[in-house]
Structures are given as structure tokens and as C-alpha cells.
């Protein structure tokens, strides 16, 4: 199995994406050479381990019939002082709202997200510690 992203130069470090028909920009602020229309790499990896994981536990949990009006996922990445700048570790902030959730429940779909089916997560886990945590809200 193969996965194929095409991605073409713009001008100065803006960068235009493709993937399965769906088109992002990638570049970076004045001061880099860019242009400021549209997100860094970096902080795309950010997004792409949160929406792994978000498909995944909303699925799970629909499927375990948790009733709950809205989830936001919030991924910090602590990344070294000098270049490359790699990330050394991700932590994973879930908030659900809803009333009267199951926490056990949501934490399990966290769990089968993280060690069975985010594929974002399992390659990131082979370099960085992944952690995560649990919020909850009724507003």
C-alpha cells in the first residue's frame, strides 16, 4: 500500500498541495521568505496527528453508542532550541462536551486510536513520546 502527495513551488516558499483532490498552501512568514498564505510544515504535522486521532476516537465512540456534542483536540509539540528544530515529543489535549460522559469510554477510544489505528500516531511514536490527556465540559 502507497500513499502519493503532489506538491509544487509557488514562488519564494509558498508551496501549493494535493492530495486525493484536496488543496492546501504551505509557506512561511515574511521574514523566512514567504508570503504568509498558509500554514508551516511543522505545525502541519500537528494537524494531521489531531485529525488522525480525531477520526478515530470520533468513530470509535459512535460506534459504542457515547453520546457527546463536540470534541476539540489541541496537539503541542516541544521541539529543540536550535535546527533542524525536530520535535523531541507531542502531548495530545482532548475536550469533549457533553453531560454525564464516560471517561472510561473515552479513554479506551483514545487507547485503540493511539495503539491500533491512528497511523499518524504509530510513525511519530517510532521517533517521539506521545502523550495525552483528557478534558471534559458540559458547556
Known amino acids: 500500500m502507497k500513499r502519493e ?3 509544487e513551488w509557488v514562488d519564494g516558499i509558498e508551496f501549493s498541495a494535493d492530495s ?25 504535522m500537528l494537524m494531521a496527528l489531531a485529525g488522525c486521532t480525531g477520526m478515530d476516537v470520533v468513530s470509535i465512540l459512535k460506534k459504542m453508542k457515547v ?7 489541541k496537539v503541542e509539540g516541544e521541539m529543540e532550541e536550535e535546527p533542524p528544530k525536530a520535535f523531541l515529543s507531542m502531548h495530545i489535549v482532548y475536550t469533549f462536551k457533553g453531560k454525564d460522559l464516560p471517561v472510561d469510554k473515552l479513554e479506551k477510544a483514545i487507547l485503540l486510536s493511539k495503539e491500533k ?3 499518524v500516531s504509530a510513525t511519530l ?7 495525552y490527556e483528557i478534558k471534559t465540559t458540559e458547556d
Open 5 to 7: 502527495v503532489n506538491v
Open 20 to 44: 486525493d483532490g484536496h488543496h492546501i498552501v504551505i509557506d512561511g512568514p515574511p521574514e523566512s521568505g514567504g508570503n504568509n498564505k498558509g500554514v508551516r510544515p511543522k505545525p502541519l
Open 67 to 73: 453520546n457527546f456534542e463536540g470534541l476539540s483536540i
Open 117 to 119: 489505528y491512528c497511523g
Open 125 to 131: 511514536q517510532k521517533a517521539i513520546p506521545i502523550t
